[in-house]
Each structure stands twice: as structure tokens, then as C-alpha cells.
């Protein structure tokens, strides 16, 4: 699994950080997305694909 952003359309939303908080972080400066695991653990794909579904800026991409 390789998680990527789109920052440019990410809205800052949080829900990414609160349902997988260990793949990703928001930017202190900015406030946007941060991958902090682009290739998480298999254990963790229900929780990033949850956070790509609850993204309202469908800024994140999981292939």
C-alpha cells in the first residue's frame, strides 16, 4: 500500500489525523496533510482508507 497527498487540495479538515494518527500528521505551520508513513503496515489499510473516504477534499490517494 503507498499512501500520497494532494496538498494542494487538502482543507485542513483533521479527519485524516484522527482516524489514522499514526500515518498522518498536520503541518504545524500550515495546517495541511503530512505523510508520516507513505507505505504503513497492512494492519493500518482500514484506517487509511477510512481517512481517504472521510477526507472532504479527497486530497488523499491509496494504491
Known amino acids: 500500500m503507498l499512501v500520497t497527498v494532494d496538498r494542494g487540495r ?3 479538515s ?3 489525523v484522527l482516524t489514522a494518527p499514526t500515518v498522518f500528521d498536520q503541518s504545524d505551520e500550515d495546517g495541511l ?3 508520516l508513513q507513505p507505505t ?3 494492519y493500518l489499510a ?3 482508507r477510512l481517512a ?5 477534499g479527497r486530497a488523499i490517494t491509496v494504491t
Open 33 to 35: 496533510v503530512e505523510v
Open 52 to 56: 481517504a473516504t472521510l477526507c472532504p
Open 10 to 12: 487538502c482543507c485542513s
Open 14 to 16: 483533521g479527519q485524516c
Open 46 to 48: 482500514p484506517d487509511v
Open 40 to 42: 504503513p503496515p497492512a
